[in-house]
């Protein structure tokens, strides 16, 4: 039963702290997607991937996220510095040539 | 304007009830996605579709991309189907999704 894995599900930090969300999307498929949701704005997308480059990452503030593709099997966000503001479920999702997307299911993130 | 507006956002029906959410968008597409999420926050998606009409279950979808709109029907409607329905767009060039807001729908029993 093929699905996307994410670590850590859940996630308590000080402001100003490093975070590192993790995502193992599907095997086989050459696409990840990072989203964020948060009850004011939703579901936004902060970053996509194709074959490991980043093909958009006009969603994400840049002075504080970075999004990377170590490897076909792995999918990283990191926020550093974070802060308040940056409390959300963080969603990744993986799919093949603009198919169908399968969701991971999500860290939740609190930073106080 | 949002660029994908859903309706209703809330929505509450009785157990059995033929449900209709909609969904308008004002760019050109490739895609739009229905997606479900539970209270436990995970999502699902349900289809994806480019043009007529998908079913799967007791769930329909169908899209008119002259008149950019999109509907999700459930049909014999169950409390099991008590979720947040998000419509998403997939623009013509890219693989970026935007999302509308969601419809809250609770089925009582």
């Known amino acids: 039963d093929a699905r996307v894995t994410q670590t850590p599900r859940h996630k308590v930090t000080e402001m100003g702290q490093e975070v590192t969300m993790r995502c193992q999307p599907i095997l086989g498929h050459n696409t990840v997607f990072w989203y964020r949701q948060t009850m004011m704005q939703g579901l936004e997308l902060l970053a996509y991937f194709r074959n490991r480059a980043p093909l958009d990452d006009s969603g994400m503030p840049k002075d504080r996220f970075s999004a990377e593709m170590p490897d076909a099997t792995l999918a990283t966000l990191?926020?550093?510095?974070?802060?308040?503001?940056?409390?959300a479920v963080y969603f990744c999702a993986s799919g093949f040539r603009g198919y169908e997307q399968y969701f991971g299911p999500g860290t939740r993130l609190t930073v106080t | 304007?949002?660029?994908?507006?859903?309706?209703?956002?809330?929505?509450?029906a009785q157990e059995g009830e033929f449900i209709t959410i909609?969904?308008?968008?004002?760019?050109?597409?490739?895609?739009?996605?229905?997606?479900?999420?539970h209270p436990g926050g995970g999502i699902v998606s349900l289809f994806m579709?480019?043009?007529?009409?998908?079913?799967?279950?007791?769930?329909?979808?169908?899209?008119?991309?002259?008149?950019?709109?999109?509907?999700?029907?459930?049909?014999a409607s169950h409390p099991r189907d008590s979720a947040v329905y998000i419509c998403a767009v997939k623009?013509?060039?890219?693989?970026?999704?935007?999302?509308?807001?969601?419809?809250?729908?609770?089925?009582?029993?």
Do not use: M
Request: include cysteine.
């Open chain 2, 49 to 75: 579709l480019s043009s007529g009409k998908k079913k799967h279950g007791r769930l329909i979808a169908t899209i008119n991309i002259q008149e950019k709109h999109s509907s999700l029907h459930i049909t």
């Open chain 2, 1 to 12: 304007k949002n660029e994908v507006e859903q309706s209703p956002q809330n929505l509450t």
């Open chain 2, 91 to 109: 623009a013509t060039s890219g693989s970026r999704l935007t999302f509308g807001e969601g419809t809250q729908l609770t089925v009582n029993p």
């Open chain 1, 78 to 87: 990191k926020i550093q510095p974070s802060e308040p503001r940056d409390s």
């Open chain 2, 22 to 37: 909609n969904c308008s968008y004002s760019v050109g597409i490739s895609a739009l996605h229905w997606l479900q999420q």
